[in-house]
C-alpha cells in the first residue's frame, strides 16, 4: 500500500484537472441558461404565430424561429460536448489515482483522454461563440426593422 506523501502526490496532480472541471462546469451553467432563454422565447414566439397580425409580421416570426431553432441546435450540441469534457476530465482523475494503486502504465490513456477533453472543450466553446453570434446578429436585424 502506498504512504500517506505518494497519495498527497496523487491529490496534488488531480489538482488542475479539479480546476479544469469546475470552469467546464461554469461554461455548461451559461450555455444552459441561454438554451433555457432561447426555447423560452421561441416558444413564445409559436404561441405569438397562431394569430399573426398581417403577412409581413407572419414571415419575420417563421424567420426568427428558424434562427432559435439553429442556436438551441448549436447550444446543445455545445453542452454535449462541454459534458464530454467534463466526463473525459473525470476520467483523467479517477485513471491517475487507480493507476498509481495498481501500479499500472496509465500515462498514455490519460494524456489521450486530456486531448481528447481539450479538444471537446474547444469544440463546445467554437459552437457557444457561434449561437452568441447568432443571436446577436438577429438583435440587430430586429433593431434595424424597428428604426425603418
Keep these: 500500500m502506498n504512504d500517506i506523501s505518494d497519495i498527497a502526490h496523487i491529490i496534488q ?3 488542475a484537472p479539479v480546476f479544469l ?4 462546469g461554469s461554461l455548461l451553467g451559461v450555455v444552459t441558461t441561454r438554451l433555457a432563454r432561447v426555447i423560452d422565447r421561441a416558444r413564445a414566439l409559436e404561441e405569438r404565430m397562431l394569430s399573426p ?5 407572419a414571415g419575420r416570426m417563421r424567420a ?14 455545445a453542452v454535449l460536448l462541454f459534458s464530454t469534457a467534463a466526463l473525459m476530465v473525470c476520467l483523467v482523475i479517477a485513471t491517475m489515482f487507480i493507476g498509481d494503486f ?6 498514455a490513456f490519460v494524456a489521450l ?7 471537446a472543450m474547444a469544440g463546445g466553446l467554437m ?3 457561434r449561437e452568441i453570434y447568432i443571436g446577436t446578429r438577429a438583435l440587430k436585424v430586429r433593431a434595424e426593422l424597428l428604426s425603418k
Excluded: C, H, Y
Design 13 to 15: 496532480l488531480a489538482v
Design 21 to 24: 472541471l469546475a470552469g467546464i
Design 53 to 57: 397580425r398581417n403577412d409581413a409580421e
Design 64 to 77: 426568427e424561429l428558424i434562427s432559435l431553432d439553429r442556436r438551441m441546435q448549436l447550444a446543445q450540441r
Design 102 to 107: 495498481i501500479k499500472a502504465p496509465v500515462g
Design 113 to 119: 483522454m486530456f486531448i481528447a477533453a481539450m479538444f
Design 127 to 129: 459552437l457557444f461563440l
